[in-house]
């Protein structure tokens, strides 16, 4: 049973960039979520996708953005990037988005994202 | 707001110790809390999980409670060994967000 796989492993790019990752869900999970951990910090929600539309959103700014495609798989863009969005992106999956399903998040390995 | 708090953000013990990691949480209409364990530079491992109506959870050497009146999650690990060095996390969701601690680093000195 595959769990949620993450690529790339590590990325680097410079100010004013964009950025793309990606995420693959658990197998028969329908819901991602992303999160941003900067060193030294707990994960920051940043969104959850559900049935391929955005359903919650944490305090992130419209730069972040992303997209559920219909087998599940997710992206995360970000534009314009700042030195500050250095940190480790991870994406988890679970079973029904807010308030159809118990949100048991299971992790995948994560993206080191560098701005330089 | 739901605002998650751990303290102590880091620990130190002799091996063979019982650890006790607190999770403190200011909204109690949550739907579960999950308790995670993280190496460095890696992602994040499922340790326990606890829904609303439950109390604790157990596996092996590990033993979370909830007690949402207070507002308040206890990790219990017991007989600590140097390979449970990391950074624990817990995690609530609810209506509205997912929100996770800051973490507690757990060193456990050989």
């Known amino acids: 049973d595959a769990g949620v796989t993450q690529s790339p492993t590590h990325l680097i790019k410079t100010r004013g960039q964009q950025v793309t990752l990606r995420c693959s869900p658990k197998s028969g999970h329908d819901t991602v979520s992303w999160y941003q951990q900067a060193l030294g910090q707990g994960p920051q929600f940043i969104f959850q996708?559900?049935?391929?539309?955005?359903?919650q959103r944490g305090n992130f700014p419209d730069r972040f953005s992303g997209h559920q495609f219909p087998n599940y798989s997710s992206e995360l863009n970000v534009n314009a990037l700042l030195l500050g969005d250095s940190a480790l992106y991870l994406c988890?999956?679970?079973?029904?988005?807010f308030g159809t399903g118990d949100n048991e998040q299971f992790f995948g390995p994560g993206t080191r994202l560098t701005v330089l | 707001k739901q605002e998650v708090t751990q303290i102590p953000a880091a620990l130190s013990v002799p091996e063979g110790e019982n650890l006790v990691l607190n999770c403190s949480f200011t909204?109690?209409?949550?739907?579960?809390l999950q308790w995670f364990r993280q190496d460095p530079g890696k992602g994040l491992t499922s340790l326990l999980l606890i829904q609303s109506s439950q109390r604790e959870q157990t596996s092996g050497r590990l033993n979370a409670s909830l007690d949402k009146s207070s507002g308040r999650s206890t990790l219990y690990i017991a007989a600590s060994q140097p390979g449970d060095s990391a950074t624990y996390l817990c995690f609530l969701s609810n209506d509205y967000k997912l929100s996770f601690g800051a973490g507690t680093t757990v060193t456990v000195r050989a």
């Open positions: 988890a999956s679970s079973l029904g988005g």
């Open positions: 996708y559900y049935e391929e539309e955005e359903r």
């Open positions: 909204d109690s209409a949550i739907y579960n």
